[in-house]
C-alpha cells in the first residue's frame, strides 16, 4: 500500500485537494510540464508506475499518453519542504506536449510577449 | 514596459490571480521550487531581473533573498502551451531553500513517506 492515509494526511492539498506536479525528465533534466494530482491519480501513478493526473477541465482522472502512447514511465519522486508541490522524474515515451512539443514549455519570454528583459 | 495590459491578459492567472512559477538552475538544471506570481511580483521579476513571488501565507511581494541574500539572478523565461504556468531559469547566489538545502525536493518520496515503489 503505497499511499495510506496517514500519507495522504501528510500531503498539503489545496483547497481543491490537489498538489501540482512538476514532470521533469530523468535523463535530459528538462522541465517537460506541471499538471495536478488528487489522490486517486497519485495513487494510480504509484500503483502503475506511470504518471497520471487530474484534469481540471475535464474533471476527470487522465493517464498521461493513454490515447498517445506518450507514457511517462516513473523513475523518481520527490515532495519540497512544505510538502505542497510534487516533483517527478520521468522517461518519457514520446513528447510530453499536446503539440507535438518534448515539452510544454517551448515558449520563451521573447517569443510569447514579444519583449525581451532588456525592452524596458 | 515589459509587462503592459495586453500581457498580462494572455495570461492564464487562476482565480486568485496567480500563476506558478517553476524555478530551476539554469546551469545545473536541478529544479530548486515552485512559488506563485501575481502580475506584480511578474512585473518586479522582469524589471529587476531577481525573482520576486507573492507570498500566500503572508499575502504580501515577496522579493527572494532579500533578507538571506539568496537571490535569484533572471537568465530565461519560458510559458507553457496554456500560458498558466512559468518556468524560470536562473542563476541562484544561494541555496533557495529556507532549510538551507539547494533545492526544496531534496525529499524523496521514500524518504517521505518510509515506502518505496516497490512496496506495493
Redesign the interface.
Same mark, same amino acid.
Given at each position: 500500500? %503505497?499511499l495510506d492515509d496517514s500519507?495522504v494526511a501528510?500531503i498539503k492539498w489545496d483547497a481543491q485537494g490537489l498538489i501540482?506536479a512538476?514532470v521533469?525528465d530523468a535523463r535530459t533534466?528538462?522541465?517537460l510540464?506541471?499538471a495536478w494530482m488528487n489522490a486517486d491519480a497519485l495513487r494510480k501513478t %504509484?500503483?502503475t508506475?506511470e504518471t497520471v493526473f487530474w484534469s481540471r477541465s475535464r474533471q476527470i482522472l487522465w493517464h498521461k499518453g493513454e490515447s498517445s502512447g506518450n507514457v511517462q514511465i %516513473?523513475r523518481?519522486? *520527490?515532495? &519540497?519542504? &512544505?510538502?505542497d508541490?510534487l %516533483?517527478i522524474l520521468v522517461d518519457p515515451a514520446g513528447p510530453a506536449? *499536446? @503539440?507535438g512539443?518534448t515539452g510544454? $514549455?517551448? #515558449? @520563451?519570454?521573447g517569443q $510569447? @510577449?514579444g #519583449?525581451n $528583459?532588456d &525592452?524596458?
Open positions: 500500500m %503505497l500519507i501528510a501540482p512538476i521533469q533534466k528538462q522541465v510540464m506541471m %504509484l500503483e508506475g %516513473l523518481e519522486m *520527490h515532495i &519540497d519542504c &512544505d510538502a508541490t %516533483l506536449c *499536446h @503539440t512539443e510544454c $514549455f517551448y #515558449r @520563451t519570454w $510569447f @510577449t #519583449r $528583459f &525592452d524596458i
